[in-house]
């Protein structure tokens, strides 16, 4: 009687796992197919691509690449520099002064930091939608607009509270027998924070660039009013590839595949520390 009973449970718990295989790979094709379309879309051929039967046999061209990097050369390069400059110097200082901020407040413990973690913190949730017309303003009359300034500073400006609040918990976590070891060896306070403690909330650093370097690529609520010609990004970009009978899906396609390989060989080259800095930085104190 026991052994049946067993061999039913094991039955219910095989048949339980692959009802739960069946729906994570169907969840898994949901969220892959229209990348997968995407990218099929940039090398097929423009004759194929409005076909009332789509086929995924084809013969791959890089025509539609060739469109934007042709004729359109001197602009998507442009508009591709513009990306790189904003996105890398938004990221690199917003880091670097989340950094200090989450290392002051995680060593300091000033009265009431908890509050002033939460305080930090909810200031990220204000959308940046609603900084918009404040910013276009301040943009215009300090002749900062349509430069790379007027987008920097705003992603700076976004990125350092959720990056301080999550690199808190990180330097928290660090024992201060550490510093205190390389004090002792003949560091100073400085060279302790950059030689030992630094290179230790790497895993943290690594997952928070990723999050302020993916906000600053993609994008559009700011880059589209800011800009106007000489700063603009890839993304307002994206909304403007049309020809006189419509959207030029294949260009459209192409465009976005260079939209989106910077963020994915990125995240693949920090991806060994993102899961340890998402799980370990998690607010403390």
């Not at 219910?12 to 729906?23: E, P, Y």
């Not at 607009?145 to 808190?168: E, K, S, V």
């Not at 603009?232 to 006189?244: A, C, D, G, K």
Request: with cysteine; charged share 10%; hydrophobic share 55%.
């Amino acid at each position: 009687m026991t052994h049946s009973s067993d061999t039913t449970r094991r039955r219910r718990l095989n048949v339980g796992r692959i009802w739960a295989f069946v729906v994570l790979a169907a969840l898994i094709f949901i969220a892959v197919f229209p990348i997968l379309w995407l990218v099929l879309t940039s090398v097929m051929p423009s004759n194929l691509i409005m076909r009332s039967d789509p086929t995924l046999f084809f013969t791959p061209t890089l025509e539609h690449f060739r469109e934007i990097f042709g004729s359109g050369r001197e602009a998507i390069t442009t508009y591709l520099v513009n990306s790189i400059i904003v996105t890398l110097v938004s990221t690199i200082c917003a880091v670097f002064l989340a950094v200090l901020a989450a290392y002051g407040i995680a060593r300091i413990r000033p009265r009431g930091h908890a509050q002033l973690s939460l305080l930090i913190l909810t200031s990220r949730m204000l959308p940046p939608v609603g900084l918009v017309v404040p910013l276009y303003l301040i943009a215009s009359q300090s002749g900062l607009l349509d430069t790379h300034l007027a987008l920097i500073l705003p992603y700076i400006a976004i990125n350092i509270p959720l990056a301080t609040w999550m690199l808190q918990g990180f330097f928290m976590d660090l024992p201060k027998e550490l510093e205190e070891a390389a004090m002792i060896d003949g560091c100073g306070q400085v060279a302790a924070f950059f030689r030992v403690m630094l290179p230790l909330a790497g895993p943290g650093i690594a997952a928070v660039s990723v999050f302020c370097f993916v906000l600053a690529w993609n994008d559009m609520v700011l880059a589209l009013p800011l800009t106007l010609r000489e700063a603009v990004t890839l993304p307002p970009f994206m909304s403007q590839v049309r020809q006189e009978e419509g959207v030029a899906w294949g260009q459209l396609g192409a465009t976005t595949v260079v939209v989106m390989a910077p963020v994915v060989t990125f995240t693949l080259a920090v991806q060994r520390w993102i899961v340890s800095g998402l799980t370990a930085g998690a607010a403390k104190g």
